[in-house]
């Protein structure tokens, strides 16, 4: 069974910077694309980044750009988001999912989310 | 503004079909077969119903089943039931740097 488990979140001061994790099984991870999608209270998905197979192609949502880092560690089974400068805007619950594919097309299994609030 | 368009909302009575529309441009649903629809319950985490533009996962219900045509995919609901009641979203491959977008989700309510 495909679990993912994101963790790391949590209330943080506008500037501050937090660590995203998630933590996959029931699937060779090394084989598929990463995505992380948010979403602000009571508003639609957005797609934030995500990371190949490889770690070889990245990409970022413009509003994020400069500020987020993603990064995979295939040996355990991890994938992780870097998230500095935060803004209010970033409060959102940040979904890990993994694609279908090795490269970037489309999300299938999601986790549970994790929760980043940012307030002074 | 999302890059994908969908209405804010449907609704149906319970055994009726509803589709939902999901329209984008050529750098996107019209130019790639990598569609897909997600169903979010209250709550929950979005759970993958369609992918690839009309192929349904292991375990998805064939009530629901969708297409593609020119820039516009769609998403139908067959035999409404009370458990459909949820947001549903579309999401598209595009050529953009962004490669994956979504749309701005759909309120199914169940009359």
């Known amino acids: 069974e495909v679990q993912l488990m994101e963790s790391g979140g949590g209330l943080v001061q506008p500037g501050r910077s937090l660590r995203l994790s998630c933590a996959a099984s029931?699937?060779?991870?090394?084989?598929?694309?990463m995505h992380w999608v948010r979403q602000a209270p009571g508003k639609g998905l957005e797609w934030v980044s995500g990371i190949s197979w490889s770690s070889g192609y990245v990409r970022y949502a413009d509003s994020v750009k400069d500020r987020f880092t993603i990064s995979r560690d295939n040996a355990k089974n991890s994938l992780y988001l870097q998230v500095n400068s935060l803004r209010t805007e970033d409060t959102a619950l940040y979904y890990c999912?993994?694609?279908?594919?090795?490269?970037?097309?489309?999300?299938?299994?999601w986790g549970q989310g994790t929760l980043v609030t940012v307030s002074s | 503004q999302s890059a994908l368009t969908q209405p804010a909302s449907v609704s149906g009575s319970p055994g009726q079909s509803i589709t939902i529309s999901c329209t984008g441009t050529?750098?996107?649903?019209?130019?790639?077969?990598?569609v897909s629809w997600y169903q979010q319950l209250p709550g929950k985490a979005p759970k993958l119903l369609i992918s690839d533009v009309s192929n349904r996962p292991s375990g998805v219900s064939n009530r629901f089943s969708a297409s593609k045509s020119g820039n516009t995919a769609s998403l139908t609901i067959s035999g409404l039931q009370a458990e459909d009641e949820a947001d549903y979203y579309c999401?598209?491959?595009?050529?953009?740097?962004?490669?994956?977008?979504f749309g701005g989700g759909t309120r199914l309510t169940v009359l």
């Open positions: 999401s598209s491959y595009t050529s953009n740097i962004t490669p994956v977008v």
């Open positions: 050529s750098s996107d649903i019209g130019g790639y077969n990598y």
């Open positions: 999912a993994r694609d279908i594919y090795g490269v970037l097309r489309s999300p299938d299994y």
């Open positions: 029931g699937f060779t991870f090394g084989n598929y694309a």
